[in-house]
């Protein structure tokens, strides 16, 4: 673990040092602009073709096969309760991008909602999708593509391999209704960064300043404002020139990021430590149990019996100090962190004290 752990600090250490200098990137790589975004789709469907892993007779299974079988003019008697073995309830996903325009194709996510144990081999019945607004944006039929595989034995015994009760329908769906963007008509265009950062948004601000003089202000850490004048087509254009303006962004912020659960820990570029001197050291408790036999004494009333004899050892391992210079950097923590032999876990404690003493003036993030 030890020998691992020196490796990925190593290679962080190598990879950060490789582009410790700030890479000039496009604006559109930064952020995007507010509107340009895409929009969730859902709707209820159901699934048939099945080969008896449905949800066999759940009321809000057959009440939607019932809702189907009405459209095509058959009614079905309020007290025929139809066994659904070949078909299950599901909910559908989707994402529709901006500009999508009607008759473009989508890609659907089909998931199980009852207690169907496989949609392998279905088929998804013509049914909307919704948007937050209730409007419906989307049809989507098709077949479905199952990753997963669940078989069941008569003996009870069964197996799973991963989720055979999702799937994806490629291009299932098929946009009947335009999302309105609305930035054709709004006083200003907003271009929002992924990260707030006032460094950055500033450097954003200027370079579109450099290319239309005047146009751009920054209104807060993540946001510039761009005059820009009405109408789409007009506005479609000087955001596409926009777009693919180069930035220096801003040095990001000290940061060590350790996650809990894997011991993973990373170390950012930007992470100084003050001068400190560090000692970690190992205590461990041995507890051995053992047992003698026990013979009386001659002659004695006695009789034989075994007593427990137990042995308590404490081992404390040396380890010497090391101490972080001014300004030690990333390079200077993984030398010492190797000099010792630190474990994921002696790593974390070590950064922790660091930051308790103040010697490290960095962001810790535990996962």
Do not use: C, W
């Amino acid at each position: 673990m030890t020998l691992r752990l020196s490796r990925l600090l190593i290679l962080a250490a190598a990879t950060l040092a490789a582009f410790a200098p700030a890479q000039a990137e496009r604006i559109k790589d930064l952020g995007n602009f507010q509107g340009l975004r895409s929009n969730q789709l859902t709707g209820y469907g159901i699934v048939v073709g099945l080969a008896g892993t449905g949800d066999d007779s759940l009321d809000y299974a057959t009440q939607g096969m019932k809702g189907i079988a009405s459209r095509f003019g058959l009614a079905l008697p309020a007290s025929i309760n139809p066994a659904l073995k070949n078909a299950a309830a599901v909910m559908v996903t989707a994402d529709i991008p901006a500009f999508a325009k009607p008759g473009q194709k989508l890609d659907i996510t089909v998931s199980a909602m009852g207690k169907a144990k496989s949609l392998r081999g279905g088929t998804l019945l013509m049914m909307p999708l919704q948007g937050a607004d209730g409007q419906i944006y989307a049809m989507a039929q098709g077949n479905l593509a199952v990753g997963g595989l669940g078989v069941d034995a008569a003996d009870g015994s069964k197996i799973t391999v991963n989720v055979p009760t999702a799937g994806r329908i490629p291009g299932g769906a098929t946009v009947e209704r335009e999302v309105a963007a609305g930035f054709a008509t709004t006083p200003e265009v907003l271009f929002n960064l992924a990260e707030a950062d006032l460094t950055t948004v500033a450097r954003v601000a200027d370079s579109i300043n450099a290319r239309f003089p005047g146009r751009a202000r920054a209104i807060d850490a993540a946001t510039v404002a761009i005059v820009a004048p009405p109408g789409a087509e007009t506005r479609t254009m000087l955001m596409g020139q926009i777009e693919d303006l180069l930035v220096d962004p801003a040095d990001a912020p000290a940061r060590v990021i350790v996650n809990a659960r894997t011991g993973t820990v990373v170390i950012n570029g930007a992470v100084r430590i003050a001068p400190a001197a560090v000692s970690h050291g190992k205590l461990t408790v041995r507890v051995n149990e053992n047992y003698k036999v026990s013979q009386p004494e001659a002659f004695s009333q006695g009789g034989t019996a075994i007593v427990p004899k137990s042995g308590i050892t404490v081992d404390e391992e040396k380890r010497p100090m090391f101490r972080f210079a001014p300004g030690a950097s990333l390079s200077d923590i993984v030398k010492a962190v190797n000099a010792i032999g630190a474990s994921p876990a002696d790593l974390v404690a070590i950064l922790e004290a660091l930051k308790q003493a103040g010697a490290m003036k960095a962001e810790l993030i535990v996962l």
